[in-house]
T-cell receptor, first 109, second 116 residues
Framework: AQRVTQPEKLLSVFKGAPVELKCNYS??????LFWYVQYSRQRLQLLLR??SRESIKGFTADLNKGETSFHLKKPFAQEEDSAMYYC???????????FGAGTRLAVHP | GAVVSQHPSWVICKSGTSVKIECRSL??????MFWYRQFPKQSLMLMAT?????????EQGVEKDKFLINHASLTLSTLTVTSAHPEDSSFYIC????????????FGPGTRLTVL
């Protein structure tokens, strides 16, 4: 079965602390994974995708096929990082996305 | 670029009536649009995939006769909730992509539907 699991509903950290938002997936094919972010009162937007191997706003995510994980990391959290983060798995030929339940990141001053 | 709009942003209707929600790609041609449903404090659940000029593909458990989707042009898709009931109250979000092979979906701001 195709599934994306984000085990933490809420991750609360202080400014400057490292952050890791966990994402595990279940997919029989070759996975394409994404992280989307939703800031307060804004629409969902793409943060990064694993095929790009890029760092956006200091965030990185590495696909680990052995552990079927795609955890999102940032070494030093900022208050403006506070948002809802969704991990998503692309399936099918039409960019169909399966989303995880989301993790709310709260960065405190 | 790559802006997706939805109209209305919120709607309140009486039980038994039908409600139409529009999703538009403002600056690109959307070959594929997606409709999602999001309950409070829950994730987005894909309802259907809509390709311009063809019938929508519905996800398992989604009633196609209740949630009518029309993708008549490359910039517009509509979702009509027919005979709405209170349990249909939710946040409906659309997204669009300009190519089947393109990886990024661009999301609309969502429409909050409340059925009394």
């Amino acid at each position: 079965a195709q599934r994306v699991t984000q085990p933490e509903k809420l991750l609360s950290v202080f400014k400057g602390a490292p952050v890791e938002l966990k994402c595990n997936y279940s997919y029989s094919g070759s996975p394409e994974l994404f992280w989307y972010v939703q800031y307060s009162r804004q629409r969902l937007q793409l943060l990064l995708r694993h095929i790009s191997r890029e760092s956006i706003k200091g965030f990185t995510a590495d696909l680990n096929k052995g552990e079927t994980s795609f955890h999102l990391k940032k070494p030093f959290a900022q208050e403006e990082d506070s948002a809802m983060y969704y991990c998503a798995l692309k399936t099918g030929g039409y960019n169909k996305l399966i989303f995880g339940a989301g993790t709310r990141l709260a960065v405190h001053p | 670029g790559a802006v997706v709009s939805q109209h209305p942003s919120w709607v309140i209707c009486k039980s038994g009536t039908s409600v139409k929600i529009e999703c538009r790609s403002l600056d690109f041609q959307a070959t594929t649009m997606f409709w999602y449903r999001q309950f409070p404090k829950q994730s987005l659940m894909l309802m259907a995939t809509s390709n311009e000029g063809s019938k929508a593909t519905y996800e398992q458990g989604v009633e196609k006769d209740k949630f009518l989707i029309n993708h008549a042009s490359l910039t517009l898709s509509t979702l009509t909730v027919t005979s709405a009931h209170p349990e249909d109250s939710s946040f409906y979000i659309c997204s669009a992509t300009d190519s089947p092979g393109y990886n990024e979906q661009f999301f609309g701001p969502g429409t909050r539907l409340t059925v009394l």
